[in-house]
């Protein structure tokens, strides 16, 4: 932490720098409807996919080729790896193709295809065989081409703390920030950058429908992936058979107000984890009340801020790690056992390997999905324009909700940097719709996309049923083994079956939630074998794509 007169002024360079980076041109005259309507891709050449599980169960992949620019079609393109894997239902019982999108956004979803392998068998029935199971990897993401990357070195160990008491430590997250958005405004794939809006991804998967020959799609979105659901049902309502939409992103928030939002959902969500290790003392021994527990969280963190542990984890560190409790309950168990260790013992090397495992450190393109989450949140609508608002903003919220505030603005932090200039934001309307059925799913204390954005969704979208899993804290936890929601979406993807939409503000069906694990429990003790290990992989691939 240099405390230099240097450092103000390379921050003043920087954003005058960036006023000369390439920037999006004047939005089009036509409309993201006119613009798709304008392209018809090259069939699908479908052949032997180079990922082993998606060739163990048998999917097909193939390059869709698409408009870098649909405003001009036929100027330079780039392609979206897909994977397919067909129905085995005879043609009478063949209900199209199922598009699925796991999230982010930056989310790779090509693998999501192993969904309609009987090996997996998330749903209850034989459903799955009646469908074309699609994944793929949006624009920029994963296998597509080009793939964007920036700075692949920006995580690091032992970061000044999130938490900017000192104006040395918020001019370095700022500079860190305005050197991530300089680092895409001069990626080889920067030609990408404005062109990676939702509208854009939508298009795409406009685009895909024609690909494959489909009058209508189904589409099945996770988290971010709701956002491309709602958009793709305005634009080309005409185009949606059946529509399932897990972790409902609010169509009524900026990506900036959702931010917010997630703070206070996250200090919410991460009390009721420290209440379930409490639950748990004598296997974590962290205290027997939540109060204790968050209390020794909070004194934990002080502590790294002066001595960090094993000299690379500290407090942000423990922050990143600890907030995958506040997104699932998965990996409750685990997340405990290396928290327990490191404040019991002082051992880091289970918070470490859990920190290493979700961020890569120097390796080749190992920011792709952060660089595409930017490039999709500070473009979908206006950033905004003072600094001095954004810190306010923050200073504000972490009076209140301290447990993500400051950790999640500085992930955001590139936006007030941006080198593109945003877009207006997209009106979502279910008007298009009508009274056409769609399935949403949340669980009540979702801390990545709060209840209230689900509802908003269902009042926008006069077709929806929302189902809820009743005080859980899990974000996009369908087809995880809970009947009662796991059937409900079974009969809705079966012949559009859907539980009596309710009067009010509410949800239609409840459910229990994704189960808290007992660590006492033997199964907490194994790891998972045969076909438990690919629902698992498929799981993992989720939250890869999820988590901020």
Not at 3 to 20: E, F
Not at 143 to 164: E, F, I
Not at 527 to 535: E, I, V
């Amino acid at each position: 932490m240099r405390r230099t007169a240097a450092v103000v002024a390379s921050l003043a360079v920087g954003i005058a720098g960036l006023a000369s980076a390439p920037t999006a041109t004047a939005a089009p005259a036509r409309s993201p409807v006119q613009q798709s309507r304008g392209y018809t891709p090259p069939p699908l050449q479908w052949g032997e996919c180079a990922n082993e599980t998606l060739k163990a169960v048998g999917s097909e992949c193939a390059d869709l080729v698409v408009p870098l620019d649909y405003d001009r079609p036929r100027g330079r393109k780039i392609t979206l790896a897909v994977s397919r894997l067909v129905h085995t239902s005879s043609e009478a019982d063949y209900q199209g193709p199922l598009l699925l999108n796991p999230g982010g956004p930056g989310g790779s979803g090509l693998i999501l295809s192993v969904y309609g392998s009987p090996r997996v068998d998330v749903l209850p029935g034989d459903v799955e065989r009646t469908y074309d199971w699609v994944g793929f990897d949006p624009r920029g993401v994963g296998s597509s081409r080009p793939a964007l990357s920036c700075r692949s070195d920006y995580v690091g160990y032992d970061r000044p703390n999130y938490v900017p008491r000192t104006r040395a430590i918020e001019r370095y997250w700022l500079r860190k920030s305005r050197q991530y958005a300089l680092g895409c405004a001069s990626s080889p794939a920067r030609r990408l950058l404005p062109h990676l809006k939702t509208t854009d991804t939508v298009a795409d998967m406009e685009s895909m429908r024609k690909a494959l020959g489909a009058p209508k799609i189904n589409f099945y979105g996770f988290s971010y992936g709701t956002t491309l659901g709602q958009t793709y049902a305005t634009l080309h309502p005409r185009r949606v058979r059946r529509l399932v939409m897990d972790g409902v992103v609010d169509p009524s928030r900026t990506p900036y107000r959702s931010n917010l939002d997630q703070d206070v959902a996250f200090n919410k969500s991460i009390q009721v984890y420290f209440g379930w290790l409490a639950t748990y003392d004598e296997v974590f021994g962290l205290g027997t009340t939540r109060r204790q527990v968050s209390r020794g969280f909070y004194r934990e963190l002080r502590k790294l801020d002066r001595s960090p542990a094993g000299r690379v984890i500290g407090p942000d560190e423990l922050t990143d790690v600890m907030t995958g409790a506040g997104y699932y309950v998965y990996d409750w168990v685990e997340i405990g056992r290396a928290y327990a260790a490191l404040v019991n013992q002082g051992d880091a090397t289970g918070i470490k390997e859990l920190f290493d495992d979700a961020n890569p450190q120097n390796t080749p393109g190992s920011d792709n999905g952060y660089a595409i989450y930017l490039a999709t949140q500070c473009t979908d609508a206006p950033w905004p324009q003072s600094l001095r608002r954004v810190l306010r903003d923050n200073w504000y919220y972490h009076s209140f909700a301290p447990f993500l505030t400051w950790s999640n603005a500085w992930f955001n932090g590139p936006c007030n940097f941006w080198p593109v200039k945003p877009a207006k934001k997209f009106r979502v309307s279910g008007a298009g719709l009508g009274k056409h059925r769609i399935l949403l799913v949340s669980e009540t204390l979702d801390a990545a996309t709060p209840f209230s954005g689900a509802l908003e969704a269902r009042r926008r979208f006069k077709g929806a049923r929302l189902i809820e899993g009743v005080g859980g804290t899990t974000h996009a936890g369908s087809l995880s083994g809970v009947a009662c929601t796991d059937n409900a979406i079974a009969a809705y993807l079966t012949d559009g079956t859907v539980p009596r939409r309710l009067p009010g503000k509410r949800s239609d069906l409840r459910c229990p939630p994704v189960p808290q694990p007992d660590p006492t429990a033997a199964e907490a003790q194994k790891g998972s074998a045969g076909d438990n290990a690919l629902r698992e992989r498929l799981r993992a691939a989720l939250e890869q794509a999820q988590q901020r």
